[in-house]
Nanobody
Framework: QVQLVESGGGLVQPGGSLRLSCASS????????IGWFRQAPGKEREGISC?????????YYADSVKGRFTISRDSANGTVYLQMNSLKPGDTGVYYC????????????????????WGQGTQVSVSS
């Protein structure tokens, strides 16, 4: 059974930073494609970043987060991180990690429907 557990959300002022974590077994996080999604109130779940399985050297960022967010994998600790800098009020939402859709699918607006496994989500609120 694939279990993904997010953590690291919270309330931050505009311009601030947060680091989200997605924890699972090392096998899952190394051999599955792992994506980050966010869902703002009243909006569809949006795929914002993806890291391919180990060896694929594939990373994706949505235009809305490119240059501000960084996805990375710590295989030793079984965790995928999303470092979020220069946060804006528009980044507010529930953030989910998911597996196992290849990063090439993340340009598809329906990518949320392709992922089989999801975490429970963590709330990020950006407000002064």
């Amino acid at each position: 059974q694939v279990q993904l557990v997010e953590s690291g959300g919270g309330l931050v002022q505009p311009g601030g930073s947060l680091r989200l974590s997605c924890a699972s077994s090392v096998f899952i996080l190394d051999y599955y494609h792992i994506g980050w999604f966010r869902q703002a109130p009243g909006k569809e779940r949006e795929g914002i970043s993806c890291i391919g399985s180990v060896g694929s050297n594939t990373i994706y960022y949505a235009d809305s987060v490119k240059g501000r967010f960084t996805i990375s994998r710590d295989s030793a600790n079984g965790t995928v991180y999303l470092q979020m800098n220069s946060l804006k009020p528009g980044d507010t939402g529930v953030y989910y990690c998911a597996a196992d859709t290849p990063c090439s699918y993340y340009t598809d607006s329906n990518v949320a429907h392709y992922n089989e496994y999801w975490g429970q989500g963590t709330q990020v609120s950006v407000s002064s």
